[in-house]
Nanobody
Framework: QVQLVESGGGLVQPGGSLRLSCVASGTIYSIKAMGWYRQAPGKQRELVAV???????VYADSVKGRFIISKDNAKASVSLQMNSLKPEDTAVYYCKLVTIGAYWGKGTLVTVSS
C-alpha cells in the first residue's frame, strides 16, 4: 500500500511564499509522475502542477511563473514552491503519485489572507 503525506500548508499573507512537501512510502514501483492538485471551497479539484519521471512539467496557467514543482527520486518526494501567493490560491492542496495505480494524500490547507 502506498501512502502520501503532505506538509507545509498554513496561513500566509498575499505576496508571501510557502513550500509544500509530499513524501511517499510503501511499496512503490516505477513512478510515472507526481503532482499537486487543489480544491477550493465550492469548487472542483484542479491540477496545479505535475512533474513526470522524465522531468517534464505542466503548470496550470494561473500559477505559471509563481509556482515551481520539483522532485527527489531517491526520497520519492515532490515539492511545490509557491511564491507571490494570492487570496485565490487558498485551497486544500493534494499530492498525487502515479505508478501502476494512482494515489492521493489527505491534503494540506493553504490560506492566503491578510
Amino acid at each position: 500500500q502506498v501512502q502520501l503525506v503532505e506538509s507545509g500548508g498554513g496561513l500566509v499573507q498575499p505576496g508571501g511564499s510557502l513550500r509544500l512537501s509530499c513524501v511517499a512510502s510503501g511499496t512503490i514501483y516505477s513512478i510515472k509522475a507526481m503532482g499537486w492538485y487543489r480544491q477550493a471551497p465550492g469548487k472542483q479539484r484542479e491540477l496545479v502542477a505535475v512533474i513526470t519521471s522524465g522531468d517534464s512539467t505542466v503548470y496550470a496557467d494561473s500559477v505559471k511563473g509563481r509556482f515551481i514543482i520539483s522532485k527527489d527520486n531517491a526520497k520519492a518526494s515532490v515539492s511545490l514552491q509557491m511564491n507571490s501567493l494570492k487570496p485565490e490560491d487558498t485551497a486544500v492542496y493534494y499530492c498525487k503519485l502515479v505508478t501502476i495505480g494512482a494515489y492521493w494524500g489527505k491534503g494540506t490547507l493553504v490560506t492566503v489572507s491578510s
